[in-house]
Nanobody, 126 residues
C-alpha cells in the first residue's frame, strides 16, 4: 500500500504561481512512477504531468507545457508540481497518483495509477 498526501493548493490570481507537493509513504518511493491529475466537477480526471522513478522521463499535457514543472526527490519521498503563469482554466482539484507497475513509462491514463491522494484545490481568479 502507498499513502499519498498532497499540499500546497490555494487561491491565486491569474499569472501567479503555486507549488504542489505530494508526500508518499508505505512503499519504496523510487520504485513508483508518479503523476499529477486534475479534475473539475462534471468532467473526467485529466492528466497533467508525470515523472518516471528516476526522473529521467517526464511528460506534460499540452495545456500546461512550458508553465508547469514536475520534479521528485526520492530521498524525501516527495513529488512536486511547480505551476507558473496560472490561468483561470487551471482551476481544479489536483491529485497526486502512483503507478507501481510502470515505473519507467509515464501513462496518461488514470486507470493505470493504483494509488491516489485526497486532492488539493487550486483556484485561479481572473
Amino acid at each position: 500500500q502507498v499513502q499519498l498526501v498532497e499540499s500546497g493548493g490555494g487561491l491565486v490570481q491569474a499569472g501567479g504561481s503555486l507549488r504542489l507537493s505530494c508526500a508518499a509513504s508505505g512503499r519504496t518511493f523510487s520504485t513508483l512512477g508518479m503523476g499529477w491529475f486534475r479534475q473539475v466537477p462534471g468532467k473526467e480526471r485529466e492528466f497533467v504531468a508525470g515523472i518516471s522513478w528516476s526522473g529521467a522521463n517526464i511528460d506534460y499535457a499540452d495545456s500546461v507545457k512550458g508553465r508547469f514543472t514536475i520534479s521528485r526527490d526520492n530521498a524525501k519521498n516527495t513529488v512536486h508540481l511547480q505551476m507558473n503563469s496560472l490561468k483561470p482554466e487551471d482551476t481544479a482539484v489536483y491529485y497526486c497518483a502512483a503507478d507501481d507497475l510502470r515505473p519507467m513509462i509515464i501513462s496518461r491514463l488514470s486507470r493505470h495509477y493504483d494509488y491516489w491522494g485526497q486532492g488539493t484545490q487550486v483556484t485561479v481568479s481572473s
